[in-house]
């Protein structure tokens, strides 16, 4: 196994003399963090979960995840934001790239599917259909039960599931991942006697992937969660010294910062590994919603190269110098496929004949970090040695921790997201919903409902 994720300088034109700087800065929000930790009103949960991890919970994630797969041919994750993005990027990260497509006899374990990260009618009917009459089961994510889209989409397939199993089965394919004791959904799981599972209240939901949150989904598309957790822990371990020259999570923190007084605003997490594509957009939300505030914050953003060479690679070459690109390299790949000896050699290729993709793919990858540093776009590297469960942990706490103290440096609240309830507000003035008027404040009301338990309903097949 892999005991580090390293990171590298050489491309990034910054010194370590610069990073030293921030030194005591850094001491200082490491204590500040670690004497928190346990005040549930700070959100700092995730800082000690690998080690602490409830292990009846984890048993219960795992029974729950084997009875999925033994009765379900689709997994439905009602979610939205972090409520479904750190689930799908470690299951497409570590499954057959094209994991949803396989017949279910070569995947072995449910299609998992996702809805409630949007209200399109047109992506609801599409799933529906795709659906058909297969079995499946639903898990549903949401701290409040409040929440428009997932709130949507459960009243939707929860009512489709219950046409198609009637309520007494279809209470047993529903598996909720709400808050320990309040909140609609925990209600309405109560009340209907669903499996629940815990979403700590000291954990913000783009760090919650760690949690009942991400390691259902996971475990039932067959990934290891306790590798997962393991290499999550070690990294937990890891980043416990606060001296900042041992330390790559705190380097990398302050490198964006460093990199941000130099007006290089945007940052690009790149990857020229596919599978990489929703940790991608993972990172984006870990770092857009914790750092993007009080008219601070790096712009987040990422492109999968060498594709993105295509449509992108001129801007990032030669347009605004506001950029910064962090590239994660996978060292080894799982596989790899051998170019061959062409006897016409009319695409030119036989230069590059007995060579493996994965070789002509790091030559890209090295190619563009110089040429993009040479077009004034700094790079910073972060190697990991392959792309495991265990792996996988080791950088999703990387960037956990990391997000914490550059926010931190930042001097801004890395874990609340005031912004995102804006749009919130104006809809449900918009949609008439009760509570809400010209002079509402910008923020959603908690309106309690009682739950009563409701009739079975018919048999006939809705799916």
Known sequence: MVQNVKLSLKYSTIEEKEIMGYAEKVAQIHDELHEKSNDPKEFLGWLNLPKDYDKEELEKIKKAAQKIRSDSEILLVIGIGGSYLGARAVIEALTNTFYNYLPQEQRKTPQIL?????????????????????????????????????????RIFRELLENKYGLKEAQKRIYVTTDAKKGALKQIADT??????????????????????????IATAGINIDELLEGAKFAQGKYLDKNLKYNDCYKYAV??????????????????????HYMIEWWKQLFGESEGKDGKGIYPTGAEFTTDLHSLGQYIQEGRRNLFETVLYIQETMSDITIRQDE????????????????????????????????????????????????????IYFFELACAVSGKILEVNPFNQPGVEKYKTNMFKLLGKPG????????????TTKTTKRKPKSQKNML
């Open 436 to 447: 809400y008027t010209a002079e509402s404040k910008n923020e959603e009301k908690t309106v």
């Open 255 to 276: 490198m964006r910062n460093i990199l941000y007084k130099q007006d290089k605003n945007i940052e690009i997490l790149v990857s020229y590994e596919p599978k990489l």
């Open 192 to 217: 209907e006697n669903y499996t629940t599972f815990v979403i700590p209240d000291d954990v913000g939901g783009r760090y919650s992937v760690l949690t009942a949150v991400g390691l259902l989904p």
């Open 114 to 154: 996702y809805v409630g990260n949007n209200l399109n009618p047109d992506y609801v009917n599409d799933l529906i259909n795709l659906i058909g009459n297969r079995d499946l089961s639903i898990n549903v994510i949401s701290k409040s039960g409040t929440t428009t889209e997932p709130a949507i989409a459960f």
């Open 344 to 395: 016409d050699n009319l695409d030119e290729l036989n230069y590059i004949a007995g060579k493996g993709l994965s070789y002509v793919n790091k030559k890209a990858m090295q190619g563009t970090i110089e040429a993009h540093l040479e077009g004034g776009v700094p790079n910073i590297v972060l190697s990991i040695e392959k792309l495991d469960a265990y792996n996988l942990g080791h950088l």
